[in-house]
């Protein structure tokens, strides 16, 4: 069994990895084949998908994406989360950082597979209007550590993340990432009929159209949103920070906002039928945030 502390994953020695009873894969542009095992860092796959071909549904199977990998998605079949249970873990920091850059606005990725993991991945808008970078359509979904963001000037996400008539999706300590002052994102997080759905620890930052985290159509039940930083600096009317459907129930709790939207800073968030507990919000340059529970200025 692959354990952390200097074990081996599959005869080959790694360090500080998970633990799991499935196959460990792993998997490296630089040196990976279509033709290898995928089982050991000498012998990788040479994308993503092709390692999640080889997992079975439901046994642990975790994908080790290697530092510095890149591939570049142009459809919403050249990377398909479609097996349930699966890890996948980008290995590396900072420039190292595995990276999945969608080239054509109709790439997309969208899982499938239930209890799918992703982590410490960096997911890269190549051109403009992107239409949505990652589609969450099975339960259990788990985001941590990643990263959403834009390869240059005026390319961008329209959303981020959609999470849509699933429930129990986790999306944490994650780094959203749309241009400032630019348009072009619309969310960072759109849900639609999900229940269950914990967004915590993330920073958003961006010119987002609409909200940083959008509930809309048909709302769901027991959301939590926790610990979140977001600076949204679309001064439009129609930008919030937090911006639920009237249905939507939960708690909002803790968050700190900043929006250039020049409003009533209680507006900041609309909760829809959420309570609200020790949320920060401010609406202007060089000013201190109010607390939106008691609408008393911070000193």
């Given amino acids: 069994m692959p354990m952390k502390g200097g ?122 209007a992107v239409a949505t970078a990652i589609d969450v359509n099975a339960d259990h979904f788990t985001m ?29 300590n994650n780094r959203f990432i749309a241009q400032n002052a630019t348009a072009g994102a619309n969310e960072a997080i759109q849900l639609v009929d999900c229940h269950h759905v914990r967004i915590e620890g993330n920073y958003i930052s961006g010119d987002y159209a609409r909200a940083a985290i959008l509930g809309e159509t048909t709302a769901g039940n027991s959301l939590l949103i926790l610990h979140n930083y977001i600076h949204n600096d679309d001064a439009a009317a129609a930008s919030n920070g937090i911006d639920l459907n009237a249905a939507f129930t939960g708690m909002i709790v803790e968050n700190t906002i900043f929006s250039l939207y020049n409003t009533n800073c209680a507006t900041l968030i609309d909760p829809g039928a959420c309570g609200m507990s020790q949320n920060w919000t401010v609406n202007a340059e060089d000013q201190y945030a109010i607390n939106t529970a008691v609408g008393a200025a911070s000193t």
Avoid at 77 to 92: E, F, K, M, R, Y
Avoid at 144 to 170: L, N, Q, W
Wanted: charged share 15%; with cysteine; net charge negative.
């Fill in 7 to 128: 074990y081996k994953i599959n005869g080959i020695p790694i360090q500080g990895q998970e633990m799991t009873t499935g196959t460990v894969f792993f998997v490296d542009d630089a040196t990976g084949s279509s033709g290898n095992s995928g089982l050991d860092p000498l012998h990788p796959m040479a994308t993503i998908d092709q390692a999640i071909n080889k997992c079975t549904a439901n046994k642990g199977d975790i994908i080790y994406v290697m530092p510095a990998h890149e591939e570049t998605i142009e459809n919403a079949t050249d990377l398909v989360p479609d097996v349930a249970g699966i890890s996948i873990i980008g290995l590396g920091y900072g420039s190292d950082m595995p990276e999945i850059t969608y080239s054509a606005t109709g790439s997309i990725i969208a899982v499938s597979g239930a209890s799918t993991t992703f982590k410490n991945l960096r997911f890269i808008a190549g051109i403009s």
């Fill in 144 to 172: 941590e550590g990643c990263m959403t963001d834009f390869g240059a000037s005026t390319y961008d996400f329209v959303i981020h993340v959609d999470i849509s008539a699933v429930d129990y999706a986790t999306i944490k």
